[in-house]
């Protein structure tokens, strides 16, 4: 039997993508130095913000994080900003695949075997360090999880799912396809997870 898990949507990220941080991975993890890295250093510093509504507006602010919305950098540099995550991921030997601003992870496990999916679990609670860690929090109001398994089944798997087992729907989309267990059981004998997670800002 197999289970698999996860998507981290980043929706919000760029809003606390950390300047400081941002710099240390532009160097330390991509090897960016000299005149790129300055660019990179110009391109940050001394941007501000204001918020305008009608004929007002707000002072401004000197920005110490995120980039300017509708930049061809954003996606980039949050994508870049998110490296050290992976790392984690891979050390928990739990496969996953990044499309956008989305983390999905897999793990399998036997028919009663769930040492595998205790491994996720230790995987998702490292997640949540580090995302602490750069600014950014996983939103638990819009996880969703769903567990593709014979019926008799997903009562012992989510009993073995923490407090994600509150978050099991019956179907969930993912990439724009809706998937149910009903129709992953016909094509296998395996049992799937999905997690589906979102980040928020952290305040």
């Given at each position: ?11 919000l ?8 941080i941002?710099l240390?991975r532009l160097?330390?993890d991509?090897?960016?130095?000299g005149?790129?890295l ?7 510093s ?11 507006s707000?002072e401004?602010?000197?920005l110490s994080?995120g ?5 061809v950098?954003?996606?980039?540099l949050?994508?870049l900003?998110?490296?050290p ?5 891979k ?9 956008a601003?989305?983390?999905q992870?897999?793990c399998s496990?036997?028919?009663n ?7 996720l679990l230790d ?7 580090w995302?602490n860690?750069n600014?950014l929090l996983?939103?638990p ?6 567990i593709?398994?014979?019926d ?6 989510k009993n ?7 978050s099991?729907?019956?179907s969930?989309r993912?990439?724009?396809?809706w998937?149910d267990n009903f129709t992953?059981i016909?094509w296998?004998?395996l049992?799937?997870i999905?997690l589906?997670?979102?980040l928020?800002?952290?305040?």
């Open positions: 039997m197999e289970a698999r898990a996860g998507s981290l949507s980043h929706l990220g760029l809003v606390t993508l950390v300047h400081e941002m240390e160097h330390n991509n090897g960016l130095s005149s790129f300055r660019w990179f250093v110009s391109y940050f001394g941007r501000s913000y204001k918020v305008c509504v009608d004929s007002l707000s401004a602010k000197i994080c980039v300017p919305q509708g930049s950098l954003g996606p980039i949050f994508a900003y998110m490296i995550l992976r790392l984690i991921i050390f928990s030997n739990i496969f996953y695949h990044l499309y601003d989305d983390i992870l897999y496990f036997g028919k075997n769930y040492r595998n999916l205790s491994n995987c998702l609670a490292s997640i949540r360090v995302l860690d600014h996983l939103n109001n819009k996880t969703e999880t769903i593709f398994a014979p008799d089944k997903i009562p012992s798997i073995h799912l923490g407090s994600l087992s509150s099991v729907q019956p969930l993912n990439l724009g396809v998937f992953v016909r296998t004998l049992v799937w999905v589906v997670f979102h928020t800002s952290r305040t």
